[in-house]
């Protein structure tokens, strides 16, 4: 497996789109000032994406989308080196010129490439090609192997024969991966098993995707299509019998949907725990912009500080989105300026938790704005489920060096597409089926 190529695999609309899952990437572009205060130690306790458009992209944007490999930039692999001064791993490399990438983004890359190698292709509802299920657990096996050797001490009380107890430290799996990573192999299970319990459906695919929509086949002429953009014109579109599916198989459709529904929220939350954790790289500090209501917006900023009853939901209404590709972006510049007066904030305090700091600054203007910019984020993911990897995710999984996190995070996210990519399959047959009935009853 060519492990240094990038590979996406399509956005899906939620309940609409039978295409697979991938955020993708908005244009986006940051501040070259640097703030001096020490910022992690302030405000690493939350994950949340972060990026902020103005004129240009980025020169800190690491590019990956939902389910694409990390491409390097060595510009920026230089950059952190400067900062961190430490050696950085040679993974990726064939060349033996030295430009490769860490382990942790190796291990990251290939849970990647291989779910876009076993699930890319596989585009309805029907079980894996045995080869493929096969290809999956045998490599998957192998790279969840690591985390057996990724392991703390702990203190244990040792009971002696005929002499008293003696306290010493014994070996076991880090926590993080002793709790996470026994529940996503739970979840990949129930995936494999969703997709298998579709062998024999009383629904088919038209092969030709949405190019039959001018066909004149019979079996097809005529029947409804789900709502999906033009440019998925590829993709398999489902069939059902005129009559329509029977009571058992919409019954069977319905707890499969709310069952991959189910997994795609605990992966998605498995996978913000482990980003949460992660260390937020330099070049993303040092990209923040100085003024955070620059960075949001004047509409936005009077909004959050001349309003005593903040609702953010109230604001998303007024502002109107219209797009995923625009949730983006205000996602990341919300994000920037939470960050940013949470840096002005923690001023004073600069080793002290962020909790902490709101404590000791209850009321201050940068604490109250920051709060309300952590709502306003986290109402705009709650009406956008589908939203993008930013900013900070991908710079936190680009110059992440710890393997174990590179592993729970990517299997969490290939998971969590998985599941989404299932919903949308389920949803499309349904709409097929429900379009069918009221033009026969019509």
Same mark, same amino acid.
């Given at each position: 497996?060519?492990?240094?190529?990038?590979?996406?695999?399509?956005?899906?609309?939620?309940?609409?789109?039978?295409? *697979?899952? !991938?955020?993708?990437?908005?244009?986006?572009?940051?501040?070259?000032?640097?703030?001096?205060?020490?910022?992690?130690?302030?405000?690493?306790?939350?994950?949340?994406?972060?990026?902020?458009?103005?004129?240009? #992209?980025?020169?800190?944007?690491?590019?990956?989308?939902?389910? /694409?490999?990390?491409?390097?930039?060595?510009?920026?692999?230089?950059?952190?080196?400067?900062?961190?001064?430490?050696?950085?791993?040679? *993974?990726?490399?064939?060349? /033996?010129?030295?430009?490769?990438?860490?382990?942790?983004?190796?291990?990251?890359?290939?849970?990647?490439?291989?779910?876009?190698?076993?699930?890319?292709?596989?585009?309805?509802?029907?079980?894996?090609?045995?080869?493929?299920?096969?290809?999956?657990?045998?490599?998957?096996? !192998?790279?969840?192997?690591?985390?057996? %050797?990724?392991?703390?001490?702990?203190?244990?009380?040792?009971?002696?024969?005929?002499? +008293?107890?003696?306290?010493?430290?014994?070996? #076991?799996?880090?926590?993080?991966?002793?709790?996470?990573?026994?529940?996503?192999?739970?979840?990949?299970?129930?995936?494999?098993?969703?997709?298998?319990?579709?062998?024999?459906?009383? &629904?088919?695919?038209?092969?030709?995707?949405?190019?039959?929509?001018?066909?004149?086949?019979?079996?097809?002429? *005529?029947?409804?299509?789900?709502?999906?953009?033009?440019?998925?014109?590829?993709?398999?579109?489902? !069939?059902?019998?005129?009559?329509?599916?029977?009571?058992?198989?919409?019954?069977?459709?319905?707890?499969?949907?709310?069952?991959?529904?189910?997994?795609?929220?605990?992966?998605?939350?498995?996978?913000?725990?482990?980003?949460?954790?992660?260390?937020?790289?330099?070049? %993303?500090?040092?990209?923040? +912009? =100085?003024?955070?209501?620059?960075?949001?917006?004047?509409?936005?900023?009077?909004?959050?500080?001349?309003?005593?009853? &903040?609702?953010?939901?109230?604001?998303?209404?007024?502002?109107?989105?219209?797009?995923?590709?625009?949730?983006?972006?205000?996602?990341?510049?919300?994000?920037?300026?939470?960050?940013?007066?949470?840096? =002005?904030? !923690?001023?004073?305090?600069?080793?002290?938790?962020?909790?902490?700091?709101?404590?000791?600054?209850?009321?201050?203007?940068?604490?109250?704005?920051?709060?309300?910019?952590?709502?306003?984020?986290?109402?705009?993911?709650?009406? &956008? +489920?589908?939203?993008?990897?930013?900013?900070?995710?991908?710079?936190?999984?680009?110059?992440?060096?710890?393997? /174990?996190?590179?592993?729970?995070?990517? %299997?969490?996210?290939?998971?969590?597409?998985?599941?989404?990519?299932?919903? /949308?399959?389920?949803?499309?047959?349904?709409?097929?089926?429900?379009?069918?009935?009221?033009?026969?009853?019509?």
């Amino acid at each position: 497996m060519d492990l240094d190529q990038s590979t996406t695999v399509e956005s899906t609309q939620s309940g609409s789109s039978s295409s *697979g899952y !991938c955020r993708t990437n908005s244009e986006i572009s940051g501040f070259s000032e640097h703030l001096t205060d020490d910022f992690n130690s302030c405000s690493s306790e939350t994950s949340s994406p972060v990026s902020w458009p103005v004129t240009g #992209r980025s020169p800190f944007r690491p590019t990956l989308s939902r389910f /694409g490999a990390i491409r390097h930039d060595h510009k920026l692999e230089k950059d952190d080196k400067l900062n961190d001064q430490k050696p950085t791993d040679l *993974g990726e490399d064939m060349s /033996g010129s030295g430009k490769g990438v860490s382990t942790a983004v190796t291990v990251s890359n290939a849970i990647t490439n291989l779910y876009v190698s076993v699930f890319g292709q596989h585009q309805r509802l029907e079980p894996l090609y045995s080869d493929k299920k096969r290809m999956w657990k045998r490599e998957m096996t !192998c790279l969840l192997s690591v985390c057996n %050797y990724i392991v703390e001490f702990v203190p244990a009380s040792q009971n002696l024969q005929n002499k +008293p107890s003696m306290e010493m430290m014994i070996s #076991r799996l880090r926590s993080d991966i002793d709790i996470n990573l026994p529940a996503l192999i739970k979840l990949d299970a129930l995936l494999i098993e969703i997709l298998d319990s579709f062998q024999e459906t009383e &629904f088919w695919y038209d092969e030709q995707g949405s190019m039959s929509r001018n066909s004149l086949s019979g079996s097809f002429r *005529g029947a409804p299509q789900p709502q999906r953009k033009e440019d998925k014109w590829w993709l398999p579109l489902p !069939c059902v019998p005129a009559g329509g599916l029977s009571e058992t198989t919409k019954k069977h459709l319905r707890q499969k949907r709310d069952s991959a529904n189910q997994i795609h929220k605990a992966a998605m939350a498995i996978n913000s725990s482990i980003l949460s954790d992660m260390t937020i790289p330099h070049s %993303y500090i040092s990209s923040l +912009p =100085k003024s955070g209501r620059t960075s949001v917006g004047d509409t936005i900023y009077r909004s959050m500080i001349s309003t005593s009853r &903040f609702s953010a939901e109230y604001l998303l209404d007024c502002l109107d989105i219209s797009s995923e590709h625009e949730a983006l972006e205000l996602a990341d510049r919300i994000e920037a300026s939470m960050y940013t007066w949470r840096q =002005k904030a !923690c001023s004073n305090y600069p080793k002290s938790s962020w909790e902490i700091v709101k404590e000791k600054m209850e009321g201050d203007k940068n604490v109250v704005l920051a709060e309300r910019a952590e709502i306003l984020l986290f109402s705009l993911k709650q009406r &956008f +489920p589908e939203l993008a990897q930013t900013t900070l995710d991908t710079s936190k999984i680009q110059y992440n060096k710890d393997v /174990g996190q590179a592993i729970l995070e990517s %299997y969490s996210r290939v998971l969590e597409g998985l599941a989404y990519n299932i919903v /949308g399959w389920i949803e499309d047959v349904l709409f097929v089926e429900k379009s069918m009935t009221n033009q026969q009853e019509s």
